[in-house]
């Protein structure tokens, strides 16, 4: 007679039998260096996330280090912007000092990624060259092109373009190939939904569009099968892995890229994610703890690999403490 309660009786049988493992080594911590000296600013929107500056950054790498990530996606937050994003791929800009200032103090101890756009550094917020109020695809291109290739001259790992123009992954594999880095892989913002999710790192980042939204490029999130067109578009001009964002709302559109490609899929748990958890916590509605185990093992189930998200030393240490993976 079947029981499905037998293999539930106690924690050891319950271990035994789980369909989803999480591993320390697939979280990616996403971390804002702001230019600057002797910063460490609290990000209100994100209740216990900090912008840091370079001279700072160690503080918070030394911390990842200790509870085991040894991952991190840079985002950049520069003192002055303009309407070609100048400070996107100036060699001495805020990422790309960031870079050698961590790669100088810990070599390959940290695999940095990057993250390539265009709107923390425009000064109108969107993430391309304008022409005539609209985001410019093709004129877009080489500014991406050339933001990926002044990261990874700094020293960057691995590039993560998340602007969502059409072509860039050929257009920046291209130019790192012909550069010399054709070992450099590239993570892909294959399914990059338009969501509200991001309000809080907008906040972060000086990042909301200054007019219109991002709807022009970013995906509609009526759509299912365009993320698989995405993700396949993204396949065949070179993407090593293909990210779904936001994660907690779009866990289906996970389980087919995953089911439907051949990559390593990444989930970013993003900012308005990592928010509503973190203030119905601090109000008492949930219990912040077990809703974060539940909602990260739910992106795992759901076919990712890899996940970028706020709470990576919280989830490092539930997976250290056996309380999920
Ligand atoms: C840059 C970028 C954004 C995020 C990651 N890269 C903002 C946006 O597209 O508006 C969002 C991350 C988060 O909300 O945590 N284009």
Redesign the pocket.
């Known amino acids: 007679m079947n029981r499905g309660r037998r293999t539930r009786r106690n924690d050891n049988v319950r271990r035994m039998v789980r369909e989803t493992r999480l591993s320390k080594d697939s979280l990616i911590y996403?971390l804002f260096l702001e230019e600057g000296s002797d910063i460490k600013a609290h990000i209100d929107a994100m209740p216990g996330q900090y912008r840091y500056s370079p001279d700072r950054v160690h503080e918070i790498i030394d911390k990842c280090l200790d509870h085991g990530i040894n991952k991190v996606i840079l985002?950049g937050i520069p003192a002055c912007k303009d309407s070609v994003g100048t400070q996107a791929y100036d060699e001495d800009a805020i990422v790309q000092s960031g870079i050698r200032k961590i790669k100088e103090e810990y070599g390959d101890e940290i695999y940095i990624v990057t993250?390539v756009?265009m709107?923390?550094y425009t000064d109108h917020g969107h993430?391309g060259i304008l022409k005539d109020k609209e985001v410019d695809n093709d004129l877009t291109l080489p500014y991406l092109a050339k933001i990926a290739l002044s990261h990874v001259e700094a020293g960057a790992d691995m590039v993560a373009p998340?602007?969502m123009m059409d072509g860039r992954i050929e257009k920046i594999r291209r130019t790192l190939d012909e550069a010399g880095y054709s070992n450099i892989p590239i993570m892909s913002?294959a399914a990059?939904y338009a969501s509200a999710?991001?309000g809080?790192?907008?906040d972060a980042?000086g990042?909301a569009p200054s007019f219109g939204d991002?709807r022009a490029y970013?995906m509609d999130y009526h759509n299912r099968r365009e993320a698989i067109k995405e993700s396949l578009f993204d396949a065949a001009e070179g993407a090593d892995i293909l990210m779904v964002?936001p994660a907690l709302s779009y866990l289906d559109i996970i389980r087919d890229v995953k089911d439907r490609t051949n990559l390593p899929v990444a989930a970013?748990s993003?900012?308005?994610e990592?928010s509503m958890i973190k203030n119905a916590g601090k109000a008492g509605l949930l219990d912040e703890y077990k809703t974060m185990c539940e909602s990260t093992v739910s992106i795992y189930r759901a076919g990712a690999d890899i996940l970028l998200t706020?709470y990576a030393m919280e989830i490092a240490d539930a997976i250290q403490k056996g309380d999920i993976g």
């Open positions: 996403p985002f993250d756009c709107c923390e993430c998340s602007d913002y990059k999710f991001y809080p790192f907008r980042a990042s991002r970013q964002k970013y993003v900012s308005g990592y706020y």
